[in-house]
């Protein structure tokens, strides 16, 4: 079945133009035309087209933008994520650019280059999948969890799949990701699987408690054991009884308390600090780190053997910018969430707040954006969340380098195609492109494109 071409309106008082427009579009696009607002607008409303070229100057007054711009409130009020992308002159430039303020997608300059225009329409028709992807998964968002993870990715397909298959072991566990990743959720969620839920999880930060103290929490200790002990004190192992422990940050285990786990985790066995009665434990031990442990282990800062006892089952947890079909998932998640607690129901996310939370690199992955949407729906003055809420303006605004690159990437490949065809005559490369030869030497300095030394017989 032939796959259904998106539709293209397109909007110009300029019959060549409309027809130069058609020849160059009409084999990718399902075209529809216009001459005016009315006709325009009208079409709009019935074809609900993809994207939308629209002139800025439209009878009956086509030496203003005047119609233009009426033209395209009218679309954004019955679509308001459509996306219309402004043909403007070089006297309309101030005029695209206030319609890129009052919504348009972006503009091209007249005279349209084809190739240009076409690379942006592709772009364009991403974001539009995006969209819709998103729409799909925020109406799908409440099935798309495991315990109390999101995700509808591959990756943590895998990880919910490994989960449920350890789950049911008393296995020790070794959890693996960067910062943010969501280890602890991850253990919380092997916990909560296992025979051992009813029991308590008992999470410790091994790198967040000084080392002096890192042993009396883990072991407990007894009365009078140093300074301050006046009474017994059990420590976490012995809160984790019949349940699971949780040793985040293990690579920051002190040596000395390397070896005293290494003992626990072979015979359930330990004895507090100051103490000589040995206590038999039944807990499962889950651990989590964003070190490498083989290079720790190659550096002599963890043991080997500990490391093999930590981590008979290992799993991994990507990070967020390995997962990007989850990206709005847990977008509106924590939308939703923060909405309802800040008291401020039905907020949304604007497309440029998509296309930006799309973009961003997420070093500080699903932590990081939590924390974004979170600040973003306390901070925002209106229900829709934009990118320089989410304080993502840059990389919401990466549109405009990113079509000065492509369009120098298109110049590139068609100088130099021109260039091997012709064997480096530029007279010949230049005719073929539709310039002339002093503006394809310009083109080849503006490029970089290396002279061969060959111009000086082209010019014979």
Known sequence: MTPTKPTLLIVDDDEEIRTQLKWALESE?????????????????????????????LPPQPNECKEGLAALDEILVIDPAAKVVILSGQSERGNAIQAIGAGAYDFLPKPIEPEILKLLLRRCINVVQLEREYRELERRAPVQGFEKMLGASTKME?????????????????????????????????????????????????????????????????????????????????SAANGTLFLDEIGDLPPSLQVKLLRFLQEQRFQRVGGRQEIKIDTRVIAATNADLKQAIAEGRFREDLYF???????????????????????????????????????????????ALYRHQWTGNVRELQNRVKRAVIMADARKITAADLELE???????????????????????????RNRGKIAAAATELGISRPTFYELMDKLGIRRTGQEAGDLN
Do not use: W
Not at 44 to 52: D, K, S
């Open 394 to 420: 840059e990389a919401a605004g990466q549109t405009r380098a990113t079509l000065r690159d492509a369009r120098e990437a298109v110049e590139r490949e068609m100088v130099e195609s021109s260039l091997r």
């Open 309 to 355: 006892r930590l981590a008979v089952v290992v799993i991994k947890l990507p990070p967020l910018r390995e997962r990007e079909d989850d990206v709005a998932l847990l977008a509106q998640d924590f939308l939703n969430r923060y909405a309802a607690q800040n008291g401020r129901r039905k907020m949304t996310l604007s497309p440029d707040a998509m296309r």
């Open 158 to 238: 895998q990880v919910f799949a490994s989960i449920k298959k350890v789950a049911s072991t008393n296995a020790p566990v070794l959890l693996l990701g960067e910062s943010g990743t969501g280890k602890e959720l991850a253990a919380l969620a092997i916990h909560e699987r296992s025979p051992r839920s009813k029991g308590p999880f008992v999470p410790i930060n091994c790198s967040g408690i000084p080392e002096n103290l890192l042993e009396s929490e883990l072991f407990g200790h007894e009365k009078g054991a140093f300074t301050g002990a006046h009474v017994q004190r059990n420590g976490l192992i012995e």
């Open 29 to 57: 696009y399902d075209l529809v035309i216009a001459a005016d607002r009315e006709q325009a607008v009208n079409l709009f409303r019935e074809r609900r087209p993809a994207m939308t070229l629209l002139d800025l100057g």
